[in-house]
Structure formats: structure tokens, C-alpha cells
């Protein structure tokens, strides 16, 4: 039996875990109220003023009686210190490929990723062979790599279903070092973070000191990662300025004061809850308040270091390091602090409105670690979270579609148009992708936009594609906008055919088809 199932499900509101539905509610009717105030005071007709007043009341009680509309969204985390270990051949029990509902996220971060100088070179010119594992398990599933950053051995991935690209916007990624007092990237953390329909979101990937007697240098080395690490992006320049704000990785902290016979005794009885108390990571947060604002599910897996490799045998080494929750994944929900019942004020500011009309609850579905692995002398942990939020919007700034019939014997045609202005730049570029695609640069070809001027929002712009650069066999096919300011797609069309070329059989690519036979 999953232990984690008799566990109850973790949640936590954008909006304050402490705030009951009901004060909310009042707040933000005392806000409309504050404003239809306002509106009175400065029309000019009774007509208009009426007309204000009927508006605004509705939206107060629609507020107050109504439940907001939301969608759920899947996020799928892994943590896992491969210890410089090749993939496994098999990593789908690893992601939940076939859970219900489906996953519409999957951020994966690593440690020790083989980073010695000549491989790290390697992998700089090419994918490195986890990204590659990662890829090819989830791009036929409909998934593609939005991004990713390294920093030697800490590899953090971020993947989405291909209906959320135009959704996920201002794309940044960053890193700090704290290996050798900040000169070196062995310990420290890699960073992305992104907007997605309109929620600010980060995850931080950290490799923390190892040792058992390094309990505040952890401590003080993410402590430094938070406080310093920088993005560049007004609203959110720091890891807990976003709505939400993932933590996670090899926290390197151990379980205190317990011997190698009582931990291993506690683990094989499946009396993990004798551990909790003295579990480093536990103490901690009791201690600094910069950690209770962080939130984790109950440890109801075995601790996940150190075994022997290709087994589920705790360290048989001479060094017989003990058992520890090393590998960890936390999450932040930025604290908010509603008006008090006096300040007027501060009520009818458009921040607080802003931030109600659009809550974030986050609920954790599952927090476990998967066994069967044993490449590392680590086990990877999972988290499932559901993610539930209001869109603040669901139309994609770029509308983008083929024209007639696509084929390598005539040159295609292609629409675009801006829906919304943004930051776009004649840099920008119309990417054709294969379905199943791996990642925004895996494109069959591209061509860029109009290249004069920048266009008029809502201006129909038609660009034409070489023949020469058409595929010449069939296959099925979208277009994506790719905005070079945002560093993502913002806009992507419907699936679409391109027909098989006569240029196909002349070149030899298929058979000559003579009488019905292939040649």
C-alpha cells in the first residue's frame, strides 16, 4: 500500500492559508463598494452615475456569491542526484506517463550530472545524454522542452504539453555558485522561472554542502541563494518574489544524533516517524523563518541516500554513511497580507483586487521517492501537484496559420497576426515543427518575420516559405512564432498536413510508383 495515500492531500492559497473564503469576500465587497463610491462622486449625469452604480454592484455581489472560475493544471517534479551516472534505459515509471489526469508539466532537476571537463564541453555543443532521455521519453507524448539551464553537474529541465507554449511567457534562467566560497559551480543553484497564463512561477534546482556537521552552511547557502540571486525582470527580480516559488534538489541534510542500527532498524519496521524530529532540514525550519515560510509534504518514503548502486541495500561501503532525506522538494506561496477592516485604503488598491481576482491554490497530490532506479547511490524523489488558478488570459499574442495546400512543389503561404502588443522585434521567427517536436529549436525550418517594419496590432501579415525549404515527404506539421524578447513561443497554429512532393520519388526518397507496383 502507497503510504502517501493515507496521508491527507497538502494545499495552499495564493490568497493566505490562514484567510477564510468568507473574510476574502468581505474585503473585496468593502473594495467595490469603496469604488462605487467613487464613481458617484465623479459622474456627471444621473444617468451615468445609475448606470456605474448597476455595474458595479453586480460585479461586488458576483465577487462575494460566486465561485471564481478556474482550471487545474498537473505538475510533475523530480529531484535525483545521478552521481555522474549514464541514464537508465527506462525512465516512463519515473514520469508517470499514463496517470489520469495527465500531466501538463514537468520540471526535473538533477545533481552531479557528469560534468568533467572534456564531457561538459561535449554537452555544451550538444544536449547532454539526460536532456536527450528526458526528450525522446516525452516528445512523443506531446511534450516539449521549454527550456533549460546547467551549471556543471546541476541540470535543470522544464517541459509542457504543446497547447501551453503561447501560454508560457518571459522565460529567464539563472545561476549562483557556492562551491570553493562562490569561485565554483559544484554546489550552489540553477534557476528558471516563467510566467504561465499570467502566474508568476519559479522552480530553484540546489546542490547544497554535503556532511552531516554542515547543517548551518547549508542553511546559509541558501539563505544566500535566495537573497542574492538575481533576474532580470522588475516585478520578480528574486526567487521569492514570484506567486510561486519551488525549491528543491540534493539538500544534502541528514538525520542527527541517531546511530547507523536505529535509523536502519526505524526504516525496516517502517517506523520513519521516530526519524522526523531529528531530521536536519525539520530542525531547521523550526529555527529560521525564512524556511518555515516553505512548505513540504510528510517524509512517508524511505530516506533516499546513501545505497549501494543497482540495489535497495543501504551503504555496504566502508564508510557506511547513514540514511538521510537528502533529496528534497519544497514549495512557497508568496505571503499576503489583507487590509484590515479599518484601512480603506489600502482596500480599494488595484494590487490587492488584482491578486484576489486571480488565487493560485496549490495542492500536493503526492510526494514519494521511486526505488527501482539504481544507477546513483541515490533514489530520485517525485512531487504531483495540482496547480489551480484562474487564467489571467487564454488568448495567445500571436494568431498564426498555413495557407492552402503545403508541398515542396510550390512555394507555401503563411498568415500572422498580433492579437495583443508586446514587445516584439523584426528578430523574431516563424519556426515550422514537426508533431512531436522536442524542444522550441527543433524545427524543420524557419523564416523570419517581417523584417521593414514592425506590424500594427491586429494586421494581417503573409509571409511566403521557399519551396525549396518545404519538406518534400508528408507529414503533419504546425507553425510557432518564436518572440525573441520573450524567449518563447507565443503563438502556435492547428496541426496541419504538407503533401508528399514529386520531387520526393525523383530524388529516391520514396518508391516510383508504375501500374500500381512500386518500382
Known sequence: MDEF???????????????????????????????????????????????????????AFQLCGCPIPTDTFRLHMVTWNVATAEPPEDITSLLQLDVQPSTD????????????????????????????????????????????????????????KQIHLPYIRNIQTTYTRTGIFGYWGNKGGVTVRFSFYGHMVCFLNCHLAAHVNYTLQRVDEIEYILETQELDIDDTPHVRDHKLAFWFGDLNFRI???????????INKERLNLLWDKDQLTMMKKKEPFLQEFEEGPLNFKPTY??????????????????????????????KVLPS????????????????????????????SDMSYGVSDHKPVIAIFSLELR?????PLVHISPLGEWSADQDALLNYTIQEDFMSSTWDWIGL????????????????????????????????????????????????????????????SADFQILESKRAAMEGLVPENINGLNK
Not at 326 to 333: A, E, F, H, V, Y
Not at 391 to 395: E, G, L, P, Q, R
Not at 481 to 489: A, P, Q, V
Open 433 to 492: 515543427y514537426k508533431v512531436g517536436f522536442k524542444s522550441v529549436f527543433d524545427y524543420e525550418t524557419f523564416v523570419w518575420v517581417r523584417e521593414k517594419e514592425l506590424p500594427e496590432t491586429k494586421e494581417v501579415i503573409q509571409i511566403s516559405v521557399n519551396k525549396d525549404k518545404v519538406p518534400l515527404l508528408f507529414g503533419h506539421y504546425v507553425l510557432g512564432y518564436y518572440s525573441t524578447n520573450l524567449e518563447s513561443i507565443v503563438g502556435l
Open 341 to 368: 477592516e479599518d484601512d480603506d485604503e489600502k482596500a480599494s488598491t488595484s494590487t490587492y483586487d488584482e491578486l484576489d481576482e486571480y488565487p493560485l491554490l496549490v495542492t500536493q497530490n503526492k510526494y514519494t
Open 391 to 395: 487564467k489571467c488570459f487564454a488568448t
Open 306 to 335: 546513501k545505497f549501494a548502486r543497482n540495489s535497495e541495500t543501504y551503504d555496504t561501503s566502508g564508510k557506511k554513511r547513514k540514511p538521510a532525506w537528502t533529496d528534497r522538494i519544497l514549495w512557497r506561496i508568496k505571503p
Open 105 to 160: 508539466l514537468y520540471v526535473i532537476g538533477l545533481q552531479e550530472v557528469n560534468a568533467t571537463p572534456l564531457r561538459f564541453i561535449s554537452d555544451m555543443l550538444m544536449e547532454d545524454s539526460w536532456s536527450h532521455a528526458f526528450m525522446n521519453t516525452l516528445a512523443p507524448r506531446g511534450f516539449v522542452k521549454v527550456t533549460s539551464i546547467r551549471m556543471q553537474g546541476l541540470l535543470l529541465l522544464v517541459f509542457a
Open 5 to 59: 495515500t493515507s496521508s491527507p492531500r497538502l494545499r495552499s492559497d495564493s490568497t493566505g492559508s490562514s484567510t477564510s473564503q468568507g473574510s476574502r469576500s468581505k474585503v473585496l465587497l468593502r473594495q467595490r463598494l469603496s469604488q462605487l463610491l467613487t464613481c458617484i462622486e465623479d459622474m456627471s449625469s444621473d444617468d451615468e452615475a445609475n448606470e456605474e452604480v448597476s455595474r458595479t454592484l453586480d460585479e
Open 256 to 266: 542527527a544524533d541517531h546511530g547507523l542500527h536505529f535509523l536502519r532498524s526505524s
